[in-house]
């Protein structure tokens, strides 16, 4: 019986660093996984690496396509990100293991972002969060957390401090994610699979905004709360409620709510 495929090495014949392939010594890094069936990048994306430089952060973006053309970023763009290209496989865990392998030095900073462009955003600074990240002592830390399905800390902006994904668990988990193409499937196997390695591993935890600061025990924060959040200063709203906005209680006025913040449609984000 042959072994299940794994996505790195599902993937590993056609990951290809972009430009320049010299990532910069730091001790802090950032990756983002990102997915576009074109090479135009959007205005989230750009947001997203440009505000982590500013809090200090060497970014990566590790870009899952069909489409091998070079990306295309916007003449006001001032990022410097180093831009990983890999095959459509893995959803985002997999962009984020393909970079943590091919660049092990992110795997022993003291401090790791890992986040996904399945937000909109960011419409203002990072640096309230970035710094309860890094003063958070916990080793795993995410933006928000969840009650839904069982307690565990949401996928799309996550931190690891002091080297956490270079120990064995962690790079495990990583290097031996398996091919899932079904979506249910991805959230166990991979969120909920995370966080349960975490909790078996006894790592420490925490979130910024915790959930029970957002919605009621059960619920989903980045969905059901997404005003709260907004109101307490996480900076993005999930993509889906924007394309998709019956999803949320009073979802139709999340355009109207963000423009109102911050002067922007967000629908010209995405």
């Not at 430009?19 to 997915?35: N, Q």
Request: net charge negative; glycine share 8%; with cysteine.
């Amino acid at each position: 019986m042959s072994r299940p495929k794994t996505v790195l090495t599902s993937t590993e014949q056609h990951v290809r660093v972009e430009g320049s392939s010299t990532l910069a010594a730091s001790d802090r890094y950032a990756v983002i996984a990102s997915y576009g069936a074109v090479p135009t990048v959007s205005t989230s994306l750009e947001s997203m690496v440009q505000r982590l430089e500013e809090c200090g952060y060497t970014v990566i973006v590790s870009r899952a396509s069909d489409n091998p053309a070079p990306l295309q970023w916007s003449e006001d763009f001032t990022g410097s990100a180093l831009v990983l290209r890999k095959p459509n496989i893995g959803y985002d865990f997999g962009s984020w293991a393909v970079a943590l392998k091919r660049f092990p030095q992110v795997r022993r900073a003291p401090y790791v972002l890992l986040v996904n462009d399945s937000l909109v955003g960011p419409f203002g600074s990072l640096q309230t969060m970035v710094d309860d990240f890094e003063q958070a002592g916990a080793d795993v830390w995410a933006a928000t957390n969840t009650t839904q399905f069982f307690p565990h800390i949401q996928s799309f902006f996550m931190g690891f401090r002091a080297g956490a994904l270079d120990l064995k668990g962690l790079r495990d988990f990583w290097f031996s994610l398996r091919v899932e193409t079904d979506k249910q499937a991805i959230i166990h196997a991979y969120e909920l699979g995370l966080s349960r390695l975490l909790f078996g591993e006894a790592f420490t935890m925490t979130a910024c905004f915790k959930s029970e600061r957002v919605v009621d025990t059960g619920l989903n924060p980045s969905v059901v709360g997404w005003k709260r959040l907004l109101d307490l200063g996480f900076p993005f709203v999930k993509r889906e409620l924007i394309t998709n906005p019956s999803l949320a209680p009073d979802g139709h006025l999340i355009v109207e709510d963000i423009h109102t913040r911050f002067g922007v449609d967000p629908r010209t984000w995405i």
